[in-house]
């Protein structure tokens, strides 16, 4: 290798040292998807009134509490149901566990088209398919099987049930057309285009959708984790919350 | 004058070979048709295959001895070798290519580059060149490392008529002016008049006639 | 662009080529490995080679993280020298090399299984031991393989994605590439940023299999 060969490697392994510097004084959110926009804005907020530095990692709630489980060093979690966050219960810092937030089913459909306005309309024949989250993993998938279970609707309509991914595959079968409507969280339909609410499944008649809130065991920065989950509970990030279409729950540490 | 002292065995597959020579010579000829086993004697003499009985020694280096189990690394053997399809490093410029093997005789490379007029393609690339030049580099390259042995295998096969003249000249010149012990394989016999004076008959790997080339091939 | 595309653009680009570097050593070692060198057990380390081509991305993932976590057995020794790899830009790195790893080894193999024993023995002829051999007749003559499966392993590292969103997450500023951007941008309904780093996407793909082309008419 030539000399400006070697030179030019180094000078890349020096910048790729360089953005491999561990984390310092930071707080590493790991936080379910739906989350992604509010606790992107609430993050910001805390930051300034802080002082701390807030990372954000963002994906399926199944896969983040693996990554904890595999010992991922995860400051806060935030989990898109209490399934997940009860298999991370070893890595939970003892008195941090919070319920923060509920959601609400909602069914979706394409915006201006559609003649669904209850759900036992799902089952008229303009709409021949309705995609959920995959009920066998995927949590909004579960709850909107309990909730068609609940309604006695679950029979008559698995036929025409498209299992998703996630709910934002779900919602995007309903935009490409692909299904006619679709059972997801209130708050995703808003955050898709071409779509809109038909029904919103009131608290009361739906399942309970929670979104715990912890701080991990092996936090290094367990300061820093805990102000971010009491900054959560502040009437600031509140209001961010219901604006987004969340419920807030009243603090209850378990 | 070189002792050469070969007593072969060898079997792959099918073929057998089965030399045995002791002969003085300055150029020792391998004639014979194809198949009879010419260049997997010189194949064997370099230590590119290993025989299975016997030794190969020339001028009292042993470069194997069956007896003692004792093979000599290839790289150890300083024979030049220079297969018929010549073997140019395709990757390497001529020069990179001559260079290659180079103990650091400068006299013997200016020599060389004159003997075999090679100033002209120094800076070709080997791809570029006709058989007669490929021949001329390759012997250079082997040359230049300064062997004690040279092994030709159809040095003029790829070189067209009219500058066999000039390739045998060359060869006849490293033969007297360096002084280098070669076995030559050839087919041709004119070729090996001109240059051996004495030559192995190998005709299914056995050796059929061996002696002084005027006799030999009448 | 925006300064976040084209800063998960550059950083996509710059893991990849670390990982091309890293992979680059063990990838060209085994190659030939395998290509020269019958041992006890070669099948074995072929088909482990082989795995994360066919195994789902997210399962190579799983089995990283089990490794380099923590808890893992490979962690563990790591976290003892204060080294973490989960959730850092090396984890992506990681996750681009093992994936890229079996093209570069599968590509580069073809090269050395070229029969260029006879320039070596003639290298040999001419007083070269086999360091020499090896550097100035062997690797160069498979240089057009090795240099095909780089840029094979290089295309892989940049779409990564399974492995990547498990063992690094998705990190914006930190571990978000390309591959990881778009879905997390689908999945939050950023289409507009999502179809941008798609763009990108395509463009670097663009190049690479081009300069690939290149490379293979070279060869021919």
Request: positive net charge; aromatic residues 6%.
């Given at each position: 290798?030539?000399?400006?060969?070697?030179?030019?490697?180094?000078?890349?392994?020096?910048?790729?040292?360089?953005?491999?510097?561990?984390?310092?004084?930071?707080?590493?959110?790991?936080?379910?998807?739906?989350?992604?926009?509010?606790?992107?804005?609430?993050?910001?907020?805390f930051e300034a009134a802080s002082g701390e530095r807030v990372?954000?990692?963002?994906?399926?709630?199944?896969?983040?509490?693996?990554?904890?489980?595999a010992g991922a060093?995860?400051?806060?979690?935030?989990?898109?149901?209490?399934?997940?966050?009860d298999r991370i219960s070893a890595d939970i810092a003892p008195g941090t566990r919070i319920d923060l937030l509920t959601n609400q089913l909602a069914i979706a459909v394409r915006r201006g088209t559609s003649d669904v306005k209850t759900p036992r309309d799902l089952l008229l024949p303009s709409v021949r398919r309705l995609a959920i989250g995959d009920p066998a993993a995927v949590p909004a998938g579960v709850y909107a099987r309990q909730y068609l279970e609940k309604l006695g609707l679950w029979a008559d309509l698995q036929p025409k049930i498209v299992p998703a991914g996630?709910?934002?595959?779900?919602?995007?079968?309903?935009?490409?057309?692909?299904?006619?409507?679709?059972?997801?969280?209130?708050?995703?339909?808003?955050?898709?285009?071409?779509?809109?609410?038909?029904?919103?499944?009131?608290?009361?008649?739906?399942?309970?959708?929670?979104?715990?809130?912890?701080?991990?065991?092996?936090?290094?920065?367990?300061?820093?984790?805990?102000?971010?989950?009491?900054?959560?509970?502040?009437?600031?990030?509140?209001?961010?919350?219901?604006?987004?279409?969340?419920?807030?729950?009243?603090?209850?540490?378990? | 004058m070189a002792l050469f002292d070969l007593e072969i065995d060898f079997t792959q597959g099918h073929f057998s070979l089965a030399v045995s020579v002791q002969t003085q010579a300055r150029v020792l000829a391998l004639y014979g048709p194809s198949g009879s086993g010419k260049t997997t004697t010189l194949e064997l003499i370099a230590g590119i295959r290993t025989p299975a009985r016997g030794r190969i020694v020339v001028d009292g280096q042993y470069y194997f001895d069956g007896n003692a189990a004792a093979s000599m690394p290839v790289r150890e053997r300083r024979i030049g070798y220079v297969p018929q399809d010549v073997l140019l490093f395709p990757h390497m410029d001529v020069r990179r290519n001559v260079e290659y093997g180079w103990r650091g005789d400068a006299t013997r490379a200016a020599m060389l580059a004159g003997l075999l007029e090679l100033e002209p393609l120094m800076a070709r690339q080997v791809q570029s060149l006709s058989g007669g030049e490929r021949q001329r580099v390759a012997l250079a390259r082997a040359l230049n490392a300064s062997p004690?042995?040279?092994?030709?295998?159809?040095?003029?096969?790829?070189?067209?008529?009219?500058?066999?003249?000039?390739?045998?000249?060359?060869?006849?010149?490293?033969?007297?002016?360096?002084?280098?012990?070669?076995?030559?394989?050839?087919?041709?016999?004119?070729?090996?008049?001109?240059?051996?004076?004495?030559?192995?008959?190998?005709d299914g790997g056995r050796v059929v006639a061996a002696g002084p080339s005027a006799s030999v091939l009448p | 662009m925006s300064p976040e595309i084209r800063e998960i653009a550059l950083f996509t680009s710059l893991a990849a080529l670390v990982a091309t570097v890293v992979m680059l050593i063990p990838g060209v070692g085994l190659?030939?490995?395998?290509?020269?060198?019958?041992?006890?057990?070669?099948?074995?380390?072929?088909?482990?080679?082989?795995?994360?081509?066919?195994?789902?991305?997210?399962?190579?993932?799983?089995?990283?993280?089990?490794?380099?976590?923590?808890?893992?057995?490979?962690?563990?020794?790591?976290e003892r020298i204060?080294?973490?790899?989960?959730?850092?830009?090396?984890?992506?790195?990681?996750?681009?090399?093992?994936?890229?790893?079996?093209?570069?080894?599968?590509?580069?193999?073809?090269?050395?299984?070229?029969?260029?024993?006879?320039?070596?023995?003639?290298?040999?002829?001419?007083?070269?031991?086999?360091?020499?051999?090896?550097?100035?007749?062997?690797?160069?003559?498979?240089?057009?393989?090795?240099?095909?499966?780089?840029?094979?392993?290089?295309?892989?590292a940049l779409g990564e994605f399974g492995a990547t969103i498990v063992l690094a997450g998705s990190i914006p500023g930190r571990t978000r590439t390309i591959a990881v951007g778009i879905y997390s941008f689908t999945e939050t309904g950023r289409d507009a940023d999502a179809l941008a780093l798609l763009g990108v996407s395509v463009a670097l793909a663009f190049v690479a299999v081009l300069a690939s082309n290149r490379i293979a008419g070279t060869a021919s």
């Open positions: 290798m030539t000399l400006r060969g070697s030179l030019r490697w180094l000078v890349l392994c020096g910048l790729w040292l360089g953005l491999a510097q561990p984390l310092h004084a930071e707080v590493l959110v790991s936080a379910a998807s739906s989350l992604s926009e509010v606790l992107t804005v609430i993050a910001a907020r990372q954000l990692n963002f994906g399926a709630s199944n896969t983040l509490a693996r990554q904890i489980m060093r995860v400051d806060v979690f935030i989990s898109a149901d209490q399934t997940q966050m996630s709910v934002r595959l779900a919602l995007a079968a309903v935009e490409s057309g692909a299904a006619e409507a679709a059972i997801v969280y209130a708050t995703d339909v808003a955050a898709a285009a071409q779509t809109s609410t038909a029904f919103v499944v009131p608290a009361a008649d739906g399942p309970r959708i929670v979104y715990p809130g912890t701080v991990v065991k092996s936090t290094r920065n367990a300061a820093g984790a805990r102000s971010f989950l009491a900054f959560l509970q502040t009437a600031e990030a509140r209001s961010l919350f219901t604006t987004a279409g969340f419920g807030v729950i009243a603090p209850a540490t378990r | 004690q042995l040279l092994l030709l295998d159809e040095p003029l096969a790829a070189v067209d008529l009219a500058r066999r003249a000039r390739i045998i000249e060359a060869l006849t010149r490293v033969r007297d002016e360096l002084a280098i012990p070669i076995v030559y394989v050839a087919h041709a016999k004119e070729e090996v008049r001109a240059l051996a004076d004495v030559t192995i008959v190998m | 190659a030939w490995l395998l290509a020269r060198r019958p041992f006890p057990g070669r099948s074995i380390v072929e088909t482990l080679v082989s795995l994360p081509l066919v195994m789902p991305p997210v399962a190579t993932g799983l089995v990283l993280l089990w490794l380099l976590g923590r808890r893992g057995p490979v962690g563990r020794v790591l204060g080294i973490e790899i989960v959730f850092t830009p090396t984890a992506v790195v990681i996750a681009m090399a093992v994936m890229g790893l079996p093209l570069l080894v599968r590509t580069a193999r073809v090269g050395f299984e070229q029969n260029t024993h006879r320039f070596e023995a003639i290298a040999e002829t001419l007083g070269a031991g086999p360091w020499r051999v090896f550097t100035s007749v062997t690797l160069p003559l498979a240089s057009r393989h090795i240099a095909a499966g780089a840029l094979l392993g290089f295309s892989r």
